[in-house]
T-cell receptor, first 112, second 113 residues
Framework: EAGVAQSPRYKIIEKRQSVAFWCNPI?????LYWYQQILGQGPKLLIQ????????DSQLPKDRFSAERLKGVDSTLKIQPAKLEDSAVYLC??????????FGQGTRLTVV | AQSVTQLGSHVSVSEGALVLLRCNYS??????LFWYVQYPNQGLQLLLK??????LVKGINGFEAEFKKSETSFHLTKPSAHMSDAAEYFC???????????FGTGTSLTVIP
């Protein structure tokens, strides 16, 4: 079974630039999560999708972050414009209802 | 909202010694609980999970955790630490009435040869 795929693995951008991350969940997993993990901290939930609908985006900084999952399969997370404090690893995960989440390897973003 | 608290951001043990990583949850209803491990520059890998079946859960790599409702705890243990166990460990909770998935702040385990 293929795991959660994320790209790119690494990205370096200047502040005020925009960036996009892509995630393809495990086939059949209706729930998709995006997490932000700042160095030395636990993953923080940014947004959770159930199919193509948003379940929870309460911690998503909506003035600069956006995410979509138009067809209920893969998803894109965008930051525009980026700030220095956005430097982190962005983790995508997927799950079936009420089961463990399976994680991709993450995208390490450095904003300079 | 559900949450988990991990006591001790850093734990050091000698190789061969007992590993004990602490996790307490806040919930009036027993949730589903998980332990994940994260190696450097890697994603999170599931170690074990509690989903209201047996209270003592065995996971991969010799780890196990015991769900104690009276203490609202789900501590992770391993009888004998190995050098390869050095990593970051995260406790996580998911509501059994919903699908929100939240992590603790993590515990970094160092194994001393």
């Amino acid at each position: 079974e293929a795991g959660v795929a994320q790209s790119p693995r690494y990205k370096i951008i200047e502040k005020r630039q925009s960036v996009a991350f892509w995630c393809n969940p495990i086939s059949g997993h209706a729930t998709l999560y995006w997490y932000q993990q700042i160095l030395g901290q636990g993953p923080k939930l940014l947004i959770q999708f159930q199919n193509n609908g948003v379940v929870d985006d309460s911690q998503l900084p909506k003035d600069r972050f956006s995410a979509e999952r138009l067809k209920g399969v893969d998803s894109t997370l965008k930051i525009q414009p980026a700030k220095l404090e956005d430097s982190a690893v962005y983790l995508c995960a997927s799950s079936l209802q009420n089961t463990e989440a399976f994680f991709g390897q993450g995208t390490r973003l450095t904003v300079v | 909202a559900q949450s988990v608290t991990q006591l001790g951001s850093h734990v050091s043990v000698s190789e061969g010694a007992l590993v004990l990583l602490r996790c307490n949850y806040s919930s009036s209803v027993p949730p589903y609980l998980f332990w994940y491990v994260q190696y450097p520059n890697q994603g999170l890998q599931l170690l074990l999970k509690y989903t209201s079946a047996a209270t003592l859960v065995k996971g991969i790599n010799g780890f196990e955790a015991e769900f104690k409702k009276s203490e609202t705890s789900f501590h992770l243990t391993k009888p004998s630490a190995h050098m390869s166990d050095a990593a970051e460990y995260f406790c996580a909770v998911i509501s059994n009435t919903g699908n929100q998935f939240y992590f603790g702040t993590g515990t970094s385990l160092t194994v001393i040869p």
